[in-house]
Nanobody, 115 residues
Framework: QVQLVESGGGLVQAGDSVRLSCAASGLTFNTYGMAWFRQAPGTQRELVAE???????NYADSVKGRFTISRDNAKNTLNLPMNSLKPEDTAVYYC?????????WGKGTLVTVSS
C-alpha cells in the first residue's frame, strides 16, 4: 500500500523558517511527479510548489524566492524548506505524488504563522 506522511509543521512567528518533509513508501519514488499543496480554513486547496521526475520545479508566485521544493530519491523523501514565513502562509500543507492515473495524498501537517 502507498503511504505519504508529512512532518515538520507547527506554530511559528512571522519571519521564521521551517522545513516540511514527506516520507513516501509503497511506490516507485523516482517515477512520480510531486507537489506540495496547502489549504487555509475556508479556502480552496492551492498548489504551492511542484517538481517533476526530471527535476524541473514550479512555484506559486506567493512563495517564489522563499520556499524550495526538493526530492531525495535515495531516501524517498520530498522536502519543502520555507523561509521568511508570513501569516498568510498559515495552512494545512499536503504532500501529493502522481504518475499517470495514480494520485496519492498525505493527511497534511498544520503550519501556523503568528504575526
Amino acid at each position: 500500500q502507498v503511504q505519504l506522511v508529512e512532518s515538520g509543521g507547527g506554530l511559528v512567528q512571522a519571519g521564521d523558517s521551517v522545513r516540511l518533509s514527506c516520507a513516501a513508501s509503497g511506490l516507485t519514488f523516482n517515477t512520480y511527479g510531486m507537489a506540495w499543496f496547502r489549504q487555509a480554513p475556508g479556502t480552496q486547496r492551492e498548489l504551492v510548489a511542484e517538481v517533476t521526475s526530471g527535476g524541473s520545479t514550479n512555484y506559486a508566485d506567493s512563495v517564489k524566492g522563499r520556499f524550495t521544493i526538493s526530492r531525495d530519491n535515495a531516501k524517498n523523501t520530498l522536502n519543502l524548506p520555507m523561509n521568511s514565513l508570513k501569516p498568510e502562509d498559515t495552512a494545512v500543507y499536503y504532500c501529493n505524488m502522481v504518475r499517470g492515473s495514480r494520485n496519492y495524498w498525505g493527511k497534511g501537517t498544520l503550519v501556523t504563522v503568528s504575526s
